[in-house]
Antibody, heavy 120, light 105 residues
Framework: EVQLLQSGAEVKKAGESLKISCKAS????????IGWVRQKPGKGLEWMGV????????IYSPSFQGQITFSADRSINTAYLQWRSLKASDTATYYC?????????????WGQGTQVTVSS | SYQLTQTPSVSVSPGQTARITCSGD??????AYWYQQKPGQAPALVIY???ERPSGIPERFSGSRSGTTVTLTISGVQAEDEADYHC????????FGGGTKLTVL
C-alpha cells in the first residue's frame, strides 16, 4: 500500500526557517514525482512544484520560486519542503502527493498534510 | 486567482444527480483530474484523464468533457459524498480550480 507520512504541525514566528518532511512507503520512491500543494484556510489547492527523487530534479511554480526549496533523501525515502524565512502569509496546510507532473499528472496518493502556523 | 473556474457551491438531495463543472482554455487540449476533499482530510483522486476512475472509486462518479468545460457527475448522490471537489489540469504548470462545495441536503 502506497503511503505518504508527513511530519507534524508546526508553529513558528515570521523570519524563522522550517523544513517539513514527507516519508514514502509501499512503492519505489525514486520512480515517481513528489509534488507539494498549499492550501490556505478555507481556500483551494495551489501547486507549489515537484521533485523527482531519483536525481532531485525540481520544478517550482513561478508563484513560489525563490521562496521555498525542495529536497529528497533517497536513503530514507523522504522528501522535504523548506523555507529559509517564513512569513505570516505562509500559514497554511501543506500536502505532499505522488505525481502532479508530466506523465503522472494525477496525484494518486497524498500525505495527511502538515499544518504550518506563522505568527508575526 | 485560479486559472480553472468552478462554481463555488452545488446542493442536491440524496439520490439526485450532482454536476460540478470546471472551465478553462487549457481544458481543450489537456486532461482534467478531479479530487474529493472531506473536512479535515487530504484530497483524494476520484477521476483522472477526464473520465477514468481509480480503483475503489464508486461507479456513481463519472467525468466528461465538452470543449473547454469538464464535468464531474455524481449519480445517486449519497450523504457521504458531501465534500469539496477540486479540478486540476496543466497549463505551463499544474493548475487547480477554486473548488466546489457539494452539499447534500
Amino acid at each position: 500500500e502506497v503511503q505518504l507520512l508527513q511530519s507534524g504541525a508546526e508553529v513558528k514566528k515570521a523570519g524563522e526557517s522550517l523544513k517539513i518532511s514527507c516519508k514514502a512507503s509501499g512503492y519505489r520512491f525514486t520512480s515517481n514525482w513528489i509534488g507539494w500543494v498549499r492550501q490556505k484556510p478555507g481556500k483551494g489547492l495551489e501547486w507549489m512544484g515537484v521533485i523527482y527523487p531519483d536525481d532531485s530534479d525540481t520544478i517550482y511554480s513561478p508563484s513560489f520560486q525563490g521562496q521555498i526549496t525542495f529536497s529528497a533523501d533517497r536513503s530514507i525515502n523522504t522528501a522535504y519542503l523548506q523555507w529559509r524565512s517564513l512569513k505570516a502569509s505562509d500559514t497554511a496546510t501543506y500536502y505532499c502527493a505522488r505525481g502532479l507532473w508530466l506523465g503522472e499528472l494525477g496525484a494518486d496518493s497524498w500525505g495527511q498534510g502538515t499544518q504550518v502556523t506563522v505568527s508575526s | 486567482s485560479y486559472q480553472l473556474t468552478q462554481t463555488p457551491s452545488v446542493s442536491v438531495s440524496p439520490g439526485q444527480t450532482a454536476r460540478i463543472t470546471c472551465s478553462g482554455d487549457t481544458l481543450s487540449k489537456q486532461f482534467a483530474y478531479w479530487y474529493q476533499q472531506k473536512p479535515g482530510q487530504a484530497p483524494a483522486l476520484v477521476i483522472y484523464k477526464d473520465n477514468e476512475r481509480p480503483s475503489g472509486i464508486p461507479e456513481r462518479f463519472s467525468g466528461s468533457r465538452s470543449g473547454t468545460t469538464v464535468t464531474l457527475t455524481i449519480s445517486g448522490v449519497q450523504a457521504e459524498d458531501e465534500a469539496d471537489y477540486h479540478c486540476q489540469s496543466l497549463d505551463t504548470s499544474v493548475i487547480f480550480g477554486g473548488g466546489t462545495k457539494l452539499t447534500v441536503l
